[in-house]
């Protein structure tokens, strides 16, 4: 088993940056792949960036040039280092890890992972 505990979450004025990290726990070797989803209400939750143990990743569209996703693999932490965030970033946003090196399509859909974080709330006002 794999926990995963997210934190970093705000509130931030349009424009503004949040760093988000994520301590995994457990059975580490199973977090070959990490990823940021996202949930807005009413929504379906979908794939912010991922991450392989080996440096691959992955951004969506829609945060490209904007977010960064890294991985501390001495200290089991992922991070979301997001930017210039606007009121449409608003969303809980979690973390995910699964054992298979996923590849760059994987990394963005949450299908492919098993073990999943309680989330942290990201609010963006205009």
Known sequence: QVQLVESGGGSVQAGGSLR??????GYISSTVSMGWFR???GRERDGVAGITSDGNTNIADSVKGRFTISR????????????RLQPEDTAMYFCAADASRLSSWGLL????YKYWGQ?????VSS
């Not at 988000?20 to 726990?25: E, G, I, Q």
């Not at 501390?72 to 930017?83: C, F």
């Open 20 to 25: 988000l990290s994520c301590v995994a726990s």
């Open 39 to 41: 949930q807005a209400p």
């Open 72 to 83: 501390d693999n001495a200290k089991n932490t992922l991070y979301l280092q997001m930017n």
């Open 109 to 112: 859909h949450r299908g492919w």
């Open 119 to 123: 989330g942290t709330q990201v609010t």
